[in-house]
């Protein structure tokens, strides 16, 4: 199994809605990234968990939550989004967090839209 | 800190070969990167390069390095319509090997 799943595809809520964001692998990597995509830019890193612990935040507002509940699985909690928010939310994973060859594996990602 | 940039469009025709150019600045960078990106989709991982390499060719995909100048060029062959996507370089440097540094992404069109 070479694949990251995401879900949900394409999610839309309220500013004062809570959802989350799921993320799953099962190559057995120990590096997951959240990424946040807007429409024909790059992918800017927002969160590294490395071995299921935090490792990098790239001064996320707190209204983003990541959490990892163990080596396969990563979500991403929203609460009090703002609707600048709105992106392609993109999940990867990598099989050595502390070296060179830094191959990431991206999901397909989920489609945010915040009314 | 580092910069990856390249140019944001190159169109092609069915059949000819594509060129997408990419130059960095991080001198220490280890690996570099082709991920393309078909619209609403992820990124996928096309092929990568170790800075100690100058070439290497993975079926219709040719990767060339000139380290000194820190360009990189990913060559396509035989350009077919299913190619037109997002193409972004990316390095990754023994400092940071967590994260990759994304240039702006080429966006590849194939005319048929």
């Excluded at chain 1, 609707?83 to 991206?106: H, I, K, M, R, T």
């Excluded at chain 2, 370089?89 to 080429?106: D, H, I, N, V, Y």
């Amino acid at each position: 199994d070479t694949e990251v799943t995401q879900t949900p595809k394409h999610l839309v809520m309220g500013m004062t809605n809570k959802k989350s964001l799921k993320c799953e692998q099962h190559m057995g990597h120990r590096a997951m990234y959240w990424y946040k995509q807007k429409a024909k830019k790059p992918p800017e890193l927002m969160f590294v968990y490395s071995y299921e612990k935090l490792s990098i935040n790239e001064s996320v507002p707190s209204r983003f939550s990541p959490e990892c509940p163990n080596s396969s699985l990563l979500n991403l909690h929203l609460h009090a989004l703002q609707p600048e928010d709105s992106a392609l939310y993109l999940c990867a994973s990598s099989q050595v967090p502390l070296a060179g060859g830094n191959e990431q594996f991206f999901g397909p990602g989920t489609r945010l839209t915040v009314l | 800190g580092e910069d990856v940039e390249q140019s944001l469009f190159l169109s092609v025709r069915e059949g000819d070969s594509s060129v997408i150019n990419c130059t960095y600045t991080d001198s220490s960078s280890t690996y570099l990167y082709w991920y393309k990106q078909e619209p609403g989709a992820g990124l996928q991982l096309l092929t990568y390069i170790f800075s100690n390499m100058d070439m290497k060719q993975d079926q219709r995909l040719t990767v060339l390095l000139n380290k000194k100048d820190k360009h990189l060029s990913l060559r396509i062959a035989d350009t077919q319509t299913g190619d037109s996507a997002i193409y972004f370089c990316a390095e990754s440097s023994s400092g940071s090997a967590r994260q990759l540094t994304f240039g702006s992404g080429t966006q590849l069109t194939v005319l048929p």
